[in-house]
């Protein structure tokens, strides 16, 4: 599609609940970025994707996080047993992989995110 | 990545430029300047970046400082659409490790009539 493209839109569940949020990216963009963002806050890293691993997770909470790739397109990010401090809004972007040691831009391209609420 | 500081909210009016500055005293050599903003409930959305010369493209002008300790990024006729906050982030040279961005909170720049 032309842009990020996240679903659902908004989700609303129960404390203890599994959730999972689904990102598709720009057509040939192999870098894949989740974030999170609470009321106020900038947007948080949570993990990045280079094709289908994760080259990066060190902004995941903890181990109720986790997010997969499998194909090196779509990403699904998977909570568990929610919490209501995990309510915010997630949001997944992706770019064109950099070439080592190169000056361009890295462009994120953001999808409009998914509203989570935990109750 | 080097810290940035940015005023929490500016005003500006429709049609004059807005001028949002952005401190970032300890920034290395390596480290590009860039600009985000993000419009009430969308993503955030790249504006422009630079290194130490003053960018301009179709959205905005950057001006970064000759000791590139502050810049400002340069709306030349801001329009109610331009109601967001914005952020300045810096962001080194890639060295094949993780290319993300690291947000502050930004200034929410509020265009009135």
């Known amino acids: 599609g032309a842009g990020v493209s996240q679903t659902p839109s908004n989700k609303v569940t129960e404390k203890g609940k599994y959730v999972e949020l689904r990102c598709d990216p720009i057509s040939g963009h192999t870098a894949l970025y989740w974030y999170r963002q609470s009321l106020g806050q900038g947007p948080e890293f949570l993990i990045y994707?280079?094709?289908?691993?994760?080259?990066?997770d060190s902004g995941l909470p903890n181990d109720r996080f986790f997010a997969v790739r499998p194909e090196g397109s779509v990403s699904t990010l998977k909570i568990q047993r929610t919490e209501r401090g995990d309510s915010a809004v997630y949001l997944c972007?992706?770019?064109?992989?950099?070439?080592?040691?190169?000056?361009?831009?890295?462009?994120?391209?953001f999808g409009a995110g998914s509203r989570l609420t935990v109750l | 990545d080097a810290k940035t500081t940015q005023p929490p909210s500016m005003d500006c009016a429709e049609g004059r430029a807005a001028n949002l500055p952005c401190n970032h005293s300890t920034i290395s050599g390596n480290e590009y300047v860039y600009w985000y903003r993000q419009i009430h409930s969308q993503g955030p959305q790249y504006i422009i970046h630079g290194l130490k010369n003053n960018e301009t493209n179709e959205m905005a002008s950057l001006i970064i400082t000759e000791d590139r300790k502050s810049s400002t990024l340069i709306l030349p006729h801001a329009t109610l659409r331009d109601t967001a906050v914005y952020y300045c982030i810096l962001k080194g040279v890639n060295t094949g490790t993780a290319s993300k961005l690291t947000f502050g909170t930004g200034t929410r720049l509020q265009v009135t009539l």
């Open positions: 994707f280079q094709g289908t691993g994760a080259a990066d």
């Open positions: 972007a992706s770019s064109l992989t950099e070439v080592r040691g190169s000056s361009g831009a890295n462009v994120l391209t």
